[in-house]
């Protein structure tokens, strides 16, 4: 069976990534033939001479009449080595907001530049975002490279910038590929082009068959958020009580010692279910129902944890915001937190910093965090959180911040601080 | 990258792709369990919410499905779909509510449109449902692929106290946190199945072997051509003058109106024969067989914004 990689796509308006999204579809095959019509005939009526790939991805109308991509938008394609689901963000105005939006599931990212432009501010914002949130490997697609004419020093002069960049963020070597492409043509997308004979590495789509998937975090400690407690008090099944929820990280079995969070209650693991039959051992990924030795109160937003190499539990945390709301941030809001499986009351303490992602670098106390913006914070919640660092574990160091008022999600929150030049001595 | 994990300690079982996509749709399931207080799951019978029902059905188990059914019934089923619905029911033991679209045009609230299709008239009395139950979590079987507009529909979809889809007002939906919170009188619509392909779909159906309305294999029946598919005579009328009813071997790729729901002309008789057609196919699902979707570019967006899905 194949194995499946998430993937977002990132650039600013114009790079071509619309046309390179679709060209990807296109070369995979995985346009059917009366979407392909419909571009056709939309193609022909905006008087062009070749289809034009990028009318496969234009989803809502306002869009294409405006001939930009507003939200992010998922594509599914697949070759007979790995399935793919890519998140296709925008890049304009709320570029943050999509690009947190679009990546912060993804396995890899492709960033894409146009060629006679290079490494503008837009790339460098996008790469730190996608430094923060962890994804964990990035291609830079150096795009219209047939408008510079396939010049090896002009790629090599933006492949090395961003390495640079990139490596700054805290991506190994290795992390980062830059590849030259024709969007519109097809150089390097999916066939080698002869055009840059210069060029030795894997194609767009080569690399993204064969790089390393990052999976689930299978080797990290126990960590299961409770969704749901399972009673069914039918007359087959009048005592069971099973805990359900997605395994967040690490691996479970039968006999493991575990912690109950916040409460800190002992207990064991007397079965891993599943309505296919009882496991032997589950990790990351897997939703399954426990059962424990014993009877303790537990319920919704509950974290079932390792006995050994818990998380914190805290009511001050500290944190890496990305504000994604039009109205600031400012110190004294009052904010709803979602962490897991559990939803509660927080007031924004001081605002320690805000990052700079043109310098790397970051400003202290500032007045306010707006939209796009990332920035350092302390919350204080109305009762204890069990916390893990986001860098070790992406699911249960990660929270939402939401207007208690009408609901509308304010932030991406990342316990600790993800990026190198965020942390303190 | 310093997020990098790099020494696996313990060995455990792999999802595949499917895993992935099951394991998913459940965590979704349960979190509408945990966080709304009247979740309802759109059941028409078709595959898409039969495997949605399927979804439900484990991710409760061994407790029953702590949700109702909800169907928009337009009085143009297929007979072996409506069959089908009440078996499910039974089955599961589960509450189905169901709303007459015919109720709707016998007290004038809704008009019969000239040319008879009531897809287009399941809106009104969907939303007038919702309102009158207070569901405030409806589960719809929609997946991204099936079109350009629902690309960019989140797992998690708002809806204003009119029903309405404002692409604009989306929320960010990050990592696997969703945000369900709606102000009275809103519902968010959820789709489990967001990532699922038409091939995901059916490999599920097989690995799980879930029983499917017959309609959705090949069989015999009587059909006549109208826009360039294969419509069958039903309580929504049949054929016209100039049109010729032959019989063919056909199966349905979705199961909607009869009125605008076309038959493929197809040998698939079996799961694995289906599975290997779809793989092949070359045409979408909807583009084949949905008359309401072909009649404009925008025509999916447009319903979506008036709160069809
Ligand atoms: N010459 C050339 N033009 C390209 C290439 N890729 C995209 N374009 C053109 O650049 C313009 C913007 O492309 P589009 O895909 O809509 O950009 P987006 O805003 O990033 O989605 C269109 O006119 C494309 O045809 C390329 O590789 N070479």
Redesign the interface.
């Known amino acids: 069976m194949s194995d499946l990689l998430r993937l977002a796509t990132a650039g600013s308006v114009d790079d071509g990534k619309s046309t390179l999204v679709g060209r990807l579809l296109y070369d995979t095959k995985s346009v059917l033939a009366d979407q392909l019509d419909a571009v056709h005939r939309a193609s022909v009526d905006k008087g062009l001479s070749t289809p034009d790939l990028s009318l496969l991805v234009d989803g809502l109308r306002s869009e294409r009449e405006q001939g930009i991509t507003i939200d992010v938008a998922y594509r599914y394609f697949a070759t007979p080595r790995r399935t793919f689901v890519l998140a296709d963000t925008p890049g304009h105005v709320q570029y943050t907001r999509n690009t947190v939006t679009g990546a912060s599931t993804a396995q890899l990212a492709i960033l894409l530049v146009d060629a006679r432009k290079g490494v503008v501010e837009q790339t460098r914002r996008h790469a730190a975002v996608l430094a923060l949130l962890g994804v964990p490997r990035l291609v830079l697609a150096v795009n219209k490279i047939d408008l510079v004419d396939y010049d090896h020093g002009t790629f090599e002069v933006i492949a090395k910038e961003f390495a640079t960049h990139a490596g700054n963020l805290g991506y190994a070597a290795d992390a980062v590929l830059a590849v030259p492409v024709s969007a519109l043509v097809g150089d390097n997308v999916v066939e080698h082009s002869e055009r840059t004979p210069w060029y030795t590495g894997p194609t767009l789509l080569e690399h993204l068959e064969t790089v390393p998937a990052q999976e689930d975090p299978h080797a990290a400690p126990f960590r299961f958020p409770v969704q749901y407690v399972i009673r069914p008090r039918t007359p087959e099944h009048p005592d069971y009580r099973g805990y359900a929820g997605q395994i967040a990280a690490g691996t479970v079995r039968p006999g493991d010692e575990v912690v109950v969070l916040p409460s800190g209650a002992r207990t064991r693991v007397t079965r891993v279910d599943t309505p296919d039959g009882e496991l032997t051992e589950a990790a990351a990924g897997a939703s399954v129902t426990l059962l424990l030795a014993d009877d303790l109160d537990i319920s919704r937003g509950d974290l079932i944890a390792a006995g050994i190499d818990r998380p914190e539990v805290t009511d001050e945390i500290d944190a890496t915001l990305a504000w994604l709301a039009d109205k600031p941030l400012r110190a004294g809001a009052r904010v709803l937190v979602k962490h897991g499986a559990r939803t509660v009351q927080a007031i924004v303490g001081e605002l320690r910093t805000r990052f700079d992602e043109q310098q790397l670098s970051t400003v202290d106390g500032p007045e306010s965090l707006e939209l796009n913006e990332i920035g350092q914070v302390t919350l204080r919640t109305s009762e204890p959180v069990p916390v893990d660092d986001y860098r070790t574990h992406g699911r249960t160091g990660a929270f939402l911040v939401i207007d208690p008022a009408d609901g509308t999600t304010l932030a991406a929150g990342l316990v600790g601080a993800p990026l190198p030049v965020l942390e303190r001595d | 990258?310093?997020?990098?994990?790099?020494?696996?300690?313990?060995?455990?079982?792999?999802?595949?792709?499917?895993?992935?996509l099951?394991?998913e749709a459940?965590?979704i399931m349960?979190?509408v369990?945990?966080e709304f207080d009247r979740p309802v799951i759109l059941f028409s019978g078709g595959k898409d919410s039969t495997l949605l029902l399927h979804l439900a059905?484990?991710?409760?188990?061994?407790?029953?499905v702590p949700f109702p059914l909800l169907h928009v019934d337009t009085g143009h089923n297929f007979a072996e779909v409506i069959d089908f619905r009440d078996r499910m029911v039974e089955r599961y033991g589960l509450r189905l509510v169901v709303a007459n679209v015919q109720d709707w045009i016998d007290d004038g609230r809704l008009t019969e449109r000239p040319d008879g299709t009531r897809n287009p008239l399941q809106t009104v009395p969907l939303l007038d449902t919702i309102t009158e139950h207070r569901f405030d979590a409806v589960f719809g079987g929609g997946r991204?692929?099936e079109e350009?507009?629902r690309?960019?529909e989140r797992i998690f979809s708002?809806r204003n106290a009119f029903g309405q889809w404002e692409?604009?007002r989306?929320?960010?939906?990050?990592?696997?946190?969703y945000?369900g919170?709606?102000?009275p009188g809103e519902h968010v619509r959820v789709f489990p199945l967001?990532?699922w392909?038409e091939l995901d779909v059916w490999r599920y159906i097989a690995r799980e072997n879930i029983e499917l309305p017959s309609i959705y294999y090949a069989h015999e029946r009587d059909v006549y051509s109208r826009d360039g598919m294969w419509l069958t005579e039903g309580p929504w009328g049949g054929p016209r003058d100039g049109e010729t009813v032959l019989r063919k071997t056909v199966r349905y790729r979705t199961v909607g109106d009869g009125s605008c729901t076309g038959a493929v002309e197809s040998e698939a008789s079996t799961l694995d024969e289906v599975i290997a057609e779809v793989g092949a196919?070359?045409?979408?699902e909807r583009?084949?067989t949905r008359a309401d979707d072909r009649l404009s570019?925008?025509a999916m967006?447009?319903r979506k914004r008036e709160g069809y899905f």
Request: charged share 30%; glycine share 4%; proline share 9%.
């Open positions: 990258m310093t997020a990098t994990i790099d020494a696996p300690v313990r060995t455990a079982p792999r999802l595949d792709s499917l895993g992935r099951e394991s459940i965590h349960r979190e369990a945990g059905v484990k991710a409760f188990w061994p407790a029953p991204r692929d350009r507009a690309a960019k708002l692409p604009r989306q929320r960010p939906e990050l990592w696997n946190l945000n919170r709606h102000r967001s990532n392909t196919s070359r045409l979408t583009g084949a570019e925008a967006e447009d």
